[in-house]
């Protein structure tokens, strides 16, 4: 069964058959940490996955991240359905590996972060000439994190 939704790419599996992800989550350490209202953490596979489990839980949550360039935190905090952005020039890269396919966890989870401003973002890109993809603002980020993830959970 586990095979099954790994080939789906539903989920992913470590070198011993274990779930290695479940998405937006993952059972071992990311950059992208989501602290759950009520006190849970959990890490997420990337940062859209970060961004949509406020929505899919339905619940207030704190994500943490770090810039992969500068090494500064990213901090969004959502709180009855609006967010906050520390800083206020962060954004989030999304794109893919060229010419790979396969799970998203091996395809796009590790391109997909957050980062402190649109110049450190340019930065990462030039040097993973490979990735395609592009730049995104909050509101675009909050939006694709939440149509993917926020209906998940919903019945009808």
Known sequence: ???????????????????RAAYPFSAVPTPHRVT?????QVWSMCA??????PAMLGRDAVITSV???TGESVTVTSENGQTVWEPA????????????????????????????G????RTWIEQH??????????????????????????TG
């Open 48 to 53: 859209i996955d970060a961004l949509g489990i």
């Open 129 to 154: 000439p490979g990735v395609n993809g592009r730049i995104v603002d909050r509101a675009r980020a909050e939006e694709v994190g939440q149509a993917t993830f926020g209906p998940l959970l919903t």
């Open 67 to 69: 810039d992969p360039v």
């Open 89 to 116: 020039t962060a954004v989030v890269f999304v794109g893919r590996r060229g010419g790979c396919s396969g799970p998203a966890a091996e395809v796009c989870c590790d391109t997909l972060n957050f980062f402190t």
């Open 1 to 19: 069964m586990l095979d099954e939704l790994a080939q789906e790419d539903f989920l992913t599996l470590g070198p011993e058959g274990r779930i």
């Open 36 to 40: 759950i209202a009520g006190g849970v």
């Open 118 to 121: 649109s110049a450190s973002a």
